[in-house]
């Protein structure tokens, strides 16, 4: 097992509240004021023995997703004690994503589509000039969700999970990391939020079973 010592680890007693600036993916033209280019004080090196050694930029960087789940069901004639009887079970289940945020410290980019999403990956890479010895790392919460959706669209390079499309940890060829922050830490959303940011998980606030796509115009209650 690699011995990796990550120095950018925070705590309760650490985090500060900040005033997030939210920006548009279709708004931005200047990607440089969104996602700032690392200096030598935002990166730490690290020390892996199975891998090699590298750097990870300590942006503090979050990643989400909001879906539409469709289900249908069909009649099934079973037998139940000897009598047959008529029940409700799943026959299709679809969901598609209609909306996404990106964190990258006191930056909040919201985004529509997946070629958004894989569009602002690239200006990622590009700016903080990320690869295989030079790393940033993105929080998800869920990350088995998410996972589902864009492996498809990025070059993985490797992956540790807990069983079946459920990844724990995602690295890209591009030297950006996706990592479940559920996993690790034990507990809910709710609870990881209670303790380490002063946003709380909402509750109750949508209604998930309203359709909604790329193109369905959202109040800022649904954006998030």
């Given amino acids: 097992m690699a011995k990796v010592k990550y120095i ?11 005033t997030p600036t939210v920006n548009m993916y279709c708004d931005i033209t200047d990607w440089s004021s969104v996602i700032p280019a690392p200096t030598k ?37 079973i037998r139940i004690h000897g009598k047959r009887d008529t029940i409700k079970v799943v026959d299709t289940a679809f ?26 990956i690239e200006h990622i890479r590009t700016i903080c000039n990320t690869n295989s010895t030079r790393k940033l790392r993105i929080w998800v919460a869920n990350l088995g969700c998410e996972f589902q959706f864009i492996r498809k669209y990025l070059k993985i390079k490797k992956l540790f999970a807990r069983s079946t499309r459920e990844p724990i940890i995602v690295e890209l060829e591009n030297g950006i990391i996706f ?17 380490y940011t002063p946003t709380q998980k909402l509750k109750g606030d949508l209604d998930y ?11 800022p209650e649904e954006i998030g």
């Fill in 95 to 120: 969901a598609y994503m209609y909306v996404w945020q990106m964190a990258i410290n006191d930056q909040v980019i919201i985004g529509r589509t997946w070629a958004e999403f894989l569009d602002t």
């Fill in 179 to 195: 990592q479940d922050c559920l996993a690790i830490s034990g507990g809910s959303l709710a609870q990881l939020a209670k303790d």
């Fill in 8 to 18: 950018d680890e925070c705590s309760p007693a650490t985090v500060q509240q900040i």
């Fill in 209 to 219: 079973t309203v359709p909604r796509n790329s193109k369905t115009p959202l109040t």
């Fill in 41 to 77: 004080n935002d990166t730490h090196y690290v020390r892996d023995h199975v891998d090699g050694n590298y750097s990870l930029i300590t942006y503090h960087c979050g990643f989400d997703t909001e879906f539409y789940t469709k289900t249908t069901l069909k009649s099934k004639r």
